[in-house]
Every structure is written in C-alpha cells, then in structure tokens.
C-alpha cells in the first residue's frame, strides 16, 4: 500500500518567517494530496489540496508543491503569524482507497 | 450543511465496559471513515466503508473492536470490553469518493474516550 512520510516532525519559525513541510509518497498511482491543520484539541481541517495533473497551488499564504516524477510534495506557508501554530498533516490518495496520513508536524510560530 | 456529527463527544468509562461511537456523515458522501488519535501513533485509520460496505479494515487494532454502517447515514465503532489503551480520540470522516480519484475527507469534532 501507500506509505506517506513527512518531515520535519517539529518546526519552529519566528513571526513573519516562512516555514516548509515536506512529504513523500510511494505509490505512483496516488493523484490527489491534501494538507490539514490541526489545532489543540480541534478536529484536522483542511487547508489547501492538490490534484496530480497540477504543479503548483497557491491559497493567499499557503502554497502547496507537487513533484510527481520524485513523488513528492510540500507545503509553504508565507509571513507566519501566531495563529499558524499548529499540526499540519499532509495526505496521499488514490480514489476507492484509503487517504493515507503522514505522522504531522507541529508547527510552532514564535511572536 | 451540519458536517460530520459524532456522539457522544466526551465518555468516560471502566475497563471492561462496552462502549458505542455514533456518527452520522455528511449528507450526499459515499465514504466514511474511523480514525484513532494518540500522541504515540497519530491519526490510524481503522476501517472504510464505501457505499456502506466495509472496504477496509485492517487496522481495526483487536477482535475488540467492530464496526457497522446500516444505511448511508449512520456508522457505529463499538469497542467490548474496552482496555485503558483503548483511550484516544475517535474521529469518524466522511468524502465523496471515485474510483479514480480521491476527494476531501472531512471530520467530524470527535469523541474523546478514557477508559479508566
């Protein structure tokens, strides 16, 4: 089956700075990758997704990176704020199967 | 549109009590999701169901654990008897799903289970 990795597992960034989270995944045939924010005690939320047949996606702050070939994809948030604080977890998905989750990475934007 | 609903939110419960999650999916999706949540494993999905059938459920951790869909809006993940380590946070989600392609799973708030 799929299997997504995901670093760094911990990210710390002062206000303003840019901050990237990388994930890799294994099974060419997985098309769709979206990125969710977590918030203590908060159900993941999604933020921003990507579809195979795109490179690049761009949401305000957030942009998300995908690398087929490579098979990996990556998530930029711009001018940090406070409230970007969080988990972020980045998924792989194929259709009729399962959304396949990286283990998260806490984001801590420091003011 | 009211997302995701599970229940109860909150239980707490003694080891070797049966315990019911409920969860009602978004209207109109055809796949439905249980996810387990803990510090030392992250989000573990433990069954799928499409089109109330369950697709996938590998991860159901123990015979302990079952889970059933009876129609296309109502899901249970029923855990009996239920163990200390049975303490996480259960979150049911729901996507509309092709066969050729992924879409947006969205969760439910969770159910926040201790077994003491």
């Known amino acids: 089956g799929e299997n997504v990795e995901q670093h760094p597992s911990t990210l710390s960034v002062q206000e303003g700075d840019s901050a990237v989270i990388k994930c890799t995944y294994s099974d060419s045939a997985s098309n769709y990758f979206p990125w969710y924010k977590q918030e203590l005690g908060k159900r993941p939320q999604l933020i921003i997704d990507?579809?195979?047949?795109?490179g690049e996606k761009k949401d305000q702050r957030i942009a998300v990176t995908l690398n087929k070939t490579a098979k990996h994809f990556s998530l930029h948030i711009t001018e940090t704020q406070p409230e970007d604080s969080a988990v972020y977890f980045c998924?792989?998905?194929?259709?009729?199967?399962?959304?396949?989750f990286g283990s998260g990475t806490k984001l801590n934007v420091k003011p | 549109d009211a997302g995701v609903i599970q229940s109860p939110r909150h239980e707490v419960t003694e080891m070797g009590q049966e315990v019911t999650l409920r969860c009602k999916p978004i209207s109109g999706h055809n796949s439905l999701f249980w996810y387990r949540q803990t510090m030392m494993r992250g989000l573990e999905l433990l069954i799928y169901?499409?089109?109330?059938?369950?697709?996938?459920d590998s991860g159901m951790p123990e015979d302990r654990f079952s889970a059933k869909m009876p129609n296309a809006s109502f899901s249970t993940l029923k855990i009996q008897p239920s163990e200390p380590r049975d303490s996480a946070v259960y979150f049911c989600?729901?996507?509309?799903?092709?066969?050729?392609?992924?879409?947006?799973?969205?969760f439910g708030e969770g159910s926040w289970l201790t077994v003491v």
């Open positions: 990507i579809r195979s047949n795109v």
């Open positions: 989600a729901s996507s509309s799903q092709t066969v050729s392609s992924g879409n947006t799973i969205y």
């Open positions: 998924a792989a998905s194929m259709g009729f199967n399962k959304f396949y």
């Open positions: 169901f499409n089109n109330n059938v369950p697709i996938d």
